[in-house]
């Protein structure tokens, strides 16, 4: 929040959210050939100093184009987390985000809410946790077996996508 009207001023453009996908990518390419010893192997294991060097990680997020969930677990794995202790430590770091986002919203629109809308935002939020819940499962059960390598690849390959359609100029900036 302190710093949105910077960002969208000076970061939001093409050019800098492909230059942030492929920058990513690398980065996670380099991390995942790093050998990778965990000293972290449940959130319970982490002290507060490691939580402090994940959320400053998690900072990086705040270019456009940087993965938020990607900053964190990347930062964490290379600080010694093990894969399974970062995805839950990451997902925790992001509840107040998201609650706090949708609290900003929530009285950003108050003018067009009304009490009958109480039971819809009720089943919305409900429905909302439990699918929430069941990906956050299976993606704690993936990435405990998988590397982020396709990820990876995946960031390096839009990135270039949307530079070349940047200069093409299929894709400009909104300003």
Do not use: N, Y
């Amino acid at each position: 929040m302190l710093f949105g009207k910077a960002i969208k001023a000076h970061l939001i453009a093409p050019l800098v959210v492909a230059t942030t996908f492929v920058l990513g990518g690398l980065v996670i390419l380099w991390a995942e050939r790093r050998t990778h010893t965990a000293c972290i192997e449940t959130i319970d294991d982490m002290r507060p100093l490691d939580a402090l060097w994940v959320g400053l990680a998690q900072c990086l997020a705040l270019v456009p184009g940087t993965s938020r969930s990607g900053a964190t677990i990347i930062g964490a794995m290379l600080l010694g987390s093990s894969r399974k202790a970062v995805t839950e430590f990451s997902f925790f770091l992001s509840l107040p985000t998201w609650i706090g986002a949708g609290l900003d919203s929530l009285w950003k629109e108050r003018a067009l809410l009304a009490e009958t809308d109480i039971a819809l935002f009720g089943v919305g939020l409900v429905f909302s946790f439990l699918a929430a819940w069941v990906c956050v499962r299976w993606l704690l059960r993936f990435i405990s077996s998988h590397t982020f390598v396709p990820f990876a690849w995946h960031r390096i390959a839009f990135g270039i996508i949307v530079r070349g359609t940047a200069f093409s100029g299929l894709v400009t900036s909104a300003d």
